[in-house]
């Protein structure tokens, strides 16, 4: 879909939701509006903005109402921020029959357009990533670590000692969906170029047409989204890939039973262990390959410069703390879009916070996720890029644990995690770092993200010399209304290092 037509569409959408007869009852509500957004049309006026410019409106509702709960107007509908870091524990707390995690997601993403309604209502990929993927870390690590090496060498394609200019975000892309895909399903797929490009489209696909589906009222859905969304073709694609591999996978079930010798430890494995009824249709096990591919490519882009050298084992990352606080930076101030942990309120009387604020059944409730991260209170000069800021705080409280306690006690009950581990690690969450969430949905796959991308830029740091494209610029992010991601067109110079070291 060309730009032209993205236009068309988009424009298309405001304009029917300004005649759609929306209910405008709950601008009665006893929760504040955001200030100069009450009314019929300033409450339309504000939702437009909201198209250019969310993170501005986010952060004026911060200032406003610091300490509660306030209404930001959208095209459709009221939802309600809570500012408040004890309202934010609460909504992490909070159930999933009480407030909504996947239908949250389910709104922000357009989940029934551009994945399925069975992902919202199933979710179980969601317990393989939590359970055995984050369990066999470990052991699939060398696989990962060989994978960085032939990824990096293949995709940056460097000759000599030249620096070549590199796209960011389309390169790392690549990377990461290859070094992922080595963990999921192995060796030669994860290197296929096309299966890929498929997994990368299908990502951005879902993020962007689903943010402009969601501008459309519930009664065109039917008719729009079937156009814009790429799941069905996508899906056939997957299966020129995963469909042999998964046919094969489920013969060897039929025939041994669940545990066999040579029975893969991957991701077709750890679903499989989960999947019930029609679930265990080659199709279906495909899908959930691709939501998982979504799920962990979707975040992966980050600046590099050169920290330190030390070796990239896994357990010489687990005690490099630097890196680790160096990436936990880079995602506290580029990791959160304006608005994070969308929750849907299913409890039938609404939800009440301690504090006795009320938001309604059916609302849709979320934190200032980019706000919070970079609140005052919380950090020093908030708005500088300090790279090592965790890792002096680490060294100041000279605890030692590393992901691994973490990672083993969200894998499951351990008599043995220590719980005074630090608490500012790159997989830590609190109410005031919300780049993974918080509570009980926190990103259950931030453990491999987390050794993959520490792996990833220890190995940068080791084998290339890195620079701006323009010195000291980051090119601003790319928005649109609660959408953030790093700019597209940002480039990098990259070469090999002149004292290139054989890795570890
Ligand atoms: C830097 C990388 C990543 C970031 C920043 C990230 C961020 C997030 C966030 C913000 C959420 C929602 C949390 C909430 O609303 O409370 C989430 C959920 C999720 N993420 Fe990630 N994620 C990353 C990598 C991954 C990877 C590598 C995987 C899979 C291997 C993954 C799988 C998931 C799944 C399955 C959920 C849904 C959790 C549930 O159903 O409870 N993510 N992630």
Same mark, same amino acid.
Do not use: C
């Given at each position: 879909m060309d730009l032209d037509t993205t236009t068309l569409l988009t424009a298309l959408a405001a304009l029917l939701s300004l005649f759609w007869l929306r209910s405008w009852s709950s601008s009665k509500s006893? #929760?504040?509006?955001?200030?100069?957004?009450?009314? &019929?049309? %300033?409450?339309? $006026?504000? %939702? &437009?903005?909201?198209?250019?410019?969310?993170a501005e409106l986010v952060r $004026?509702?911060?200032?406003?109402?610091? !300490?509660g709960v306030y209404r930001m107007p959208m095209l459709l509908r009221w939802e309600y921020v809570a500012n408040a870091p004890a309202h934010i524990a609460e909504i992490a707390a909070a159930p999933e029959d009480v407030l909504s995690f996947h239908l949250g997601a389910a709104e922000t993403l357009q989940t029934e357009w551009t994945?399925?309604?069975? #992902?919202?209502h199933n979710p179980y990929h969601a317990l393989a990533v939590r359970g055995s993927l984050t369990r066999n870390l470990a052991r699939c690590f060398p696989q990962v670590q060989d994978e960085i090496v032939h990824a990096f060498a293949d995709v940056l394609a @460097?000759?000599?000692? =030249?620096?070549? &200019?590199?796209? /960011?975000?389309? !390169? @790392?892309?690549?990377i990461v969906a290859r070094t992922s895909n080595r963990l999921f399903v192995g060796l030669p797929l994860c290197r296929d170029k096309e299966y890929l490009d498929l997994n990368i489209n299908y990502t951005v696909s879902v993020f962007t047409r689903g943010q402009i589906i969601r501008l459309f009222p519930e009664f065109l859905k039917p008719l729009v989204a079937p156009l814009l969304s790429s799941r069905k073709s996508s899906l056939r694609h997957a299966l020129k890939f995963l469909g042999p591999l998964i046919d094969a996978r489920l013969a060897d079930e039929r025939a041994h039973g669940p545990e066999w010798a040579e029975r893969p430890n991957d991701l077709i494995s750890w679903l499989l262990d989960l999947a019930t009824g029609e679930e265990r249709t080659t199709p279906a096990l495909a899908l959930r /390959?691709? #939501? !998982?591919?979504?799920?962990?490519?979707?975040?992966?882009?980050?600046?590099?410069? /050169?920290?330190?050298?030390?070796?990239?084992?896994?357990?010489?990352?687990?005690?490099m703390h630097r890196i680790d606080s160096f990436l936990r930076?880079?995602? $506290?101030?580029?990791?959160?879009g304006p608005l994070a942990m969308t929750r849907k309120v299913v409890?039938?009387?609404?939800?009440?916070?301690?504090?006795? !604020?009320? #938001?309604?059944?059916? %609302?849709? &409730?979320?934190?200032p996720g980019h706000v919070v991260n970079t609140e005052p209170d919380s950090y020093a000069d908030p708005e500088t890029f300090d790279g090592f800021r965790f890792s002096r705080l680490r060294e100041a409280v000279n605890a030692d644990a590393d992901a691994d306690a973490d990672a083993a006690k969200e894998a499951g009950p351990n008599p043995n995690a220590n719980p005074t581990f630090f608490n500012r690690q790159m997989v830590s969450t609190a109410p005031d770092h919300l780049v993974f969430g918080h509570g009980r949905h926190a990103c259950p796959g931030r453990f491999f993200a987390a050794t993959e991308l520490k792996a990833m830029l220890a190995y940068l740091l080791l084998h290339y010399d890195v620079k701006a494209e323009t010195p000291g610029v980051r090119p601003p992010d790319d928005a649109f209304a609660m959408f953030r991601v790093p700019n597209a067109r940002g480039r990098i110079w990259?070469?090999?290092?002149?004292? @290139?070291?054989? =890795?570890?």
């Open positions: 006893t #929760i504040p509006a955001l200030d100069g957004a009450d009314g &019929l049309i %300033a409450s339309y $006026r504000s %939702a &437009l903005r909201v198209l250019g410019h969310g $004026r509702g911060y200032t406003q109402h610091r !300490t994945m399925g309604s069975e #992902i919202a @460097l000759e000599d000692m =030249e620096w070549k &200019l590199i796209d /960011v975000v389309p !390169t @790392l892309m690549q /390959v691709l #939501i !998982t591919n979504m799920a962990a490519i979707h975040t992966s882009s980050m600046a590099a410069r /050169v920290v330190e050298s030390e070796g990239w084992s896994k357990a010489a990352l687990g005690s930076e880079s995602q $506290r101030l580029g990791g959160s409890a039938r009387d609404g939800f009440t916070f301690a504090d006795g !604020t009320h #938001i309604p059944h059916g %609302a849709f &409730l979320n934190t990259v070469r090999k290092r002149a004292d @290139l070291n054989s =890795e570890a």
